[in-house]
């Protein structure tokens, strides 16, 4: 007797009753970029719907996602000035530190996360020191944990190392115990991909690498068993929660993650699928709301238990309707 698979899709009901995968609103976290020095929010072109944001204007925008369900925010700083030393990053009143009071005061449930890496800080773009025209692993580590450090000490509940060097979740964990930080979480970058889908981000924190490429800190886009091995470090190093991005084209990637270890995992669905999905949306050729949904579910179902998603306030209100 053949399987009759149709019963249970009847009605709106038994296909509920029988839903493996659900998103919340507070499996989102919404990436947030924070301007130096702006005295009103800037549209990013690539990425329609979305703001650099000035410090004094996120009161307000922390009120919204608090309203829709959205409990979690990853912050991006762009310094009104760059220089060698990444200086803006570390500085007790950067751009991120203020953003992170300014977020803490207006709505101290609100969960901050923030991003380490140097690439919007130094002229050159790149996410770690230059040697001449390499870049200098080792020497990045100091740079990157007096950052996460600065963060932590900010009010930053998870910093959230992007740059790519090797041991830089073991860097950062060590830095952040040694100034008795030790209840700042990391959440490991563990498999980001050198990846075209980040244009539209590097527009927006004016960060694209002045020469060359990331081939040589991101990982190649045809290895798995490469991102294998980076989860498996990041989770000796110390990582609370691990990350794989960009999502829609690294599914596979994020089910093995799922498989390879029980910390939460995350999945950064990143600017080019925003951009993506809207402009395709703004041209009247998809359904934005249902493929946006559909995504977030994708993400869910492969595993991730977070989703990183610019979409998330938007997401926040269709799912509170639903
Ligand atoms: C910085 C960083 C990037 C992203 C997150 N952190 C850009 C890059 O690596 O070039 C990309 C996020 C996105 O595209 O939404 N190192």
Known sequence: MPNVLRRLRRTPALRELVRETVVRPSDLIYPIFVG??????????????????????????????????????????????????????????????????????????????????ICAYTPSGHCGVLRGNEIDNDSTLPLLSAMAVSHAEAGADLVAPSSMMDSQVA????????????????MGYSAKFASGFYG??????????????RA??????????????????????????????????YLDILREARELSDLPLAVYSVSGEYSMIKAAANCGWLDE???????????KRAGADLIISYFAPEAALWLNES
């Open 216 to 249: 040589s800190y991101q990982h190649d886009p045809a290895n798995g068993r490469h991102a294998r091995r980076e989860i498996l470090q990041d989770v000796e190093e110390g990582a609370d929660i691990l990350m794989v991005k960009p999502g829609l084209s």
């Open 289 to 299: 709301k249902r493929i946006v949904l559909e995504t977030l579910t994708a993400f």
């Open 36 to 117: 130096e020095g702006l005295s009103d929010r800037q549209p990013i072109e690539s990425m329609p719907g979305q703001f650099r944001h000035p410090v004094a204007g996120l009161p307000l925008l922390v009120k919204h996602l608090h309203e829709v369900g959205v409990k979690s925010v990853l912050l991006f700083g762009i310094p009104s000035s760059k220089n060698e030393r990444a200086s803006g990053a570390t500085t007790k009143n950067g751009v991120v530190q203020q953003a992170i009071k300014a977020m803490k005061d207006a709505e101290p449930s609100l969960v901050v996360m923030t991003d380490v890496c």
């Open 171 to 186: 860097a950062i964990r060590c830095a952040l115990m040694q100034s008795g930080m030790d209840e700042t979480a990391i």
């Open 200 to 213: 539209p981000f590097r527009e927006a924190a004016d960060s694209a690498p002045s020469f060359g490429d």
